[in-house]
């Protein structure tokens, strides 16, 4: 159709990207998914997910994304290694620029989600992978009776706390205010387990050690008052930023990063889409992203279908 | 584990990593590692590719938590490239496979 590779591109492997994928390919639209690393997204690192429906007794992130990956295979969505690093959304023809090669499409969704936030103190990147963390489920096994620094007070920060406890002998959780944003459930966990002690109003400064961490320095905001917690790790959960840096003023963002959209998923650009925690959503969840997805794969055949009627007048 | 793969232990590391002929690509890998699982794949699709000329091993750090103590690996995963018993490239979490393919490939033209 119109000179273009394919009809639609998405971009992006995690949850998101996978559910359009199998949406569009159940539906024969001819469109390839892209994938920087390799397909499974953010959640690869979430050791059980209980909220997503159907799973009564709850499933790993990672299996979870198996079988979304599997769904999408089994209707033929095609799955290529490469990573975006410009577009051209001008014309009606869609341009990736992917190093030496480009893609090009009729329609995009943008699937990319998000990273983990970084603290960008002293140590922090220096000491990645030698004690400075960002997956529980990954890493957690080698502080087997050690003790860890996690920071931050959302879901994820008192969750995967929790999950540090099954192996950490002490968990200091350090959060920059005086009450945990995480949901009632997991806050009555966390105050009820004993080998987890709160660090109220306080921010990380460093990350200090020789070879791996020793050290986490703290500040308190209230009091001004600085101190070393003696730790082997940091395993940082302060937030995440949507990856849209490759898009460079090709849709509106909002003040944050994240992806402007209306209900219909469709961005400021005609024929471009977003689902999944790139977007400016209220809520970032598998669930939310598969919503998302099922909505942008609808708006995709709406699109195609109206560019097919335009070509016929 | 295919065929093509080698497993390595902390038993086998000596005899079959530092003292390869071979370049060697070793993933220390958990079952309880989201991420690994993902990267398991890829892993394999090279092991193939490479099949006689480099050797792809896997080492799961649960069962020889001593290899893994002496890289300092205290993140997974991880996959070293060693050649002539050194350690010639060390990666932490997930990279697309062309990235380890040119870190093999800069490895070998060393």
């Not at chain 1, 050690?146 to 406890?165: I, P, R």
């Not at chain 1, 205010?177 to 002690?197: I, P, S």
């Amino acid at each position: 159709m119109r000179g273009a590779d394919y009809d639609c591109i998405i971009i992006g492997g995690g949850p998101a990207g996978l559910t359009a994928g199998m949406y569009l390919s159940r539906a024969r639209v001819h469109c390839l998914l892209l994938e920087r690393t390799v397909c499974g997204g953010q959640i690869l690192v979430s050791d059980w997910v209980e909220n997503y429906p159907g799973f009564p007794e709850g499933v790993s992130g990672a299996d979870l994304v198996y079988r979304m990956s599997k769904q999408a295979e089994k209707f033929g969505l095609p799955v290529e290694n490469a990573e975006v690093e410009s577009v051209d959304f001008s014309g009606p023809v869609k341009k990736l620029f992917c190093g030496k090669k480009t893609y090009t499409a009729n329609s995009v969704i943008i699937a990319t989600g998000a990273s983990p936030r970084r603290l960008n103190v002293p140590g922090e990147q220096e000491y990645y992978g030698k004690g400075v963390s960002f997956c529980a489920t990954c890493d957690a096994p080698f502080y087997r009776d050690k003790t860890v620094v996690a920071v931050g007070g959302g879901d994820t920060a008192v969750q995967e706390s929790l999950f540090l406890t099954k192996f950490a002998k002490k968990v200091y959780l350090v959060h920059r205010r005086d009450k945990l944003r995480a949901a009632r459930v997991l806050q009555e966990r966390v105050f009820a387990n004993e080998r987890v002690e709160i660090v109220w109003d306080s921010v990380v400064t460093a990350v200090k050690g020789l070879f791996n961490v020793e050290r986490v320095s703290v500040k308190n905001v209230k009091t001004g008052e600085e101190k070393d917690l003696p730790a082997d790790g940091c395993f940082v959960w302060v937030g995440i930023t949507p990856l849209t840096d490759f898009l460079k003023g090709a849709v509106d963002l909002d003040a944050g990063g994240a992806i402007a959209a209306n209900q219909k998923m469709e961005t400021s650009a005609p024929g471009v889409f977003v689902a999944g925690d790139a977007r400016n959503t209220p809520l970032r969840q598998v669930a939310t992203a598969a919503g998302d997805a099922a909505v942008a794969a609808l708006g995709v055949e709406r699109y195609l279908e109206g560019l097919e009627a335009g070509e016929k007048l | 584990m295919s065929e093509a793969l080698l497993e390595v232990t902390d038993q086998n590391f000596d005899a079959e990593v530092l003292n390869s002929a071979k370049t060697v690509l070793v993933d220390f890998w958990a079952p309880w590692c989201g991420p690994c699982r993902a990267i398991a794949p890829v892993i394999e699709e090279l092991a193939g590719e490479w099949a006689g000329t480099v050797v792809v091993g896997k080492c799961n750090v649960d069962d020889n938590p001593v290899t893994p103590g002496k890289f300092g690996i205290r993140a997974i995963p991880t996959l070293i490239i060693f050649k002539n018993g050194a350690v010639a490239e060390q990666i932490t979490g997930l990279v697309q496979k062309g990235k380890i393919k040119d870190a093999v490939e800069a490895a070998n033209s060393k």
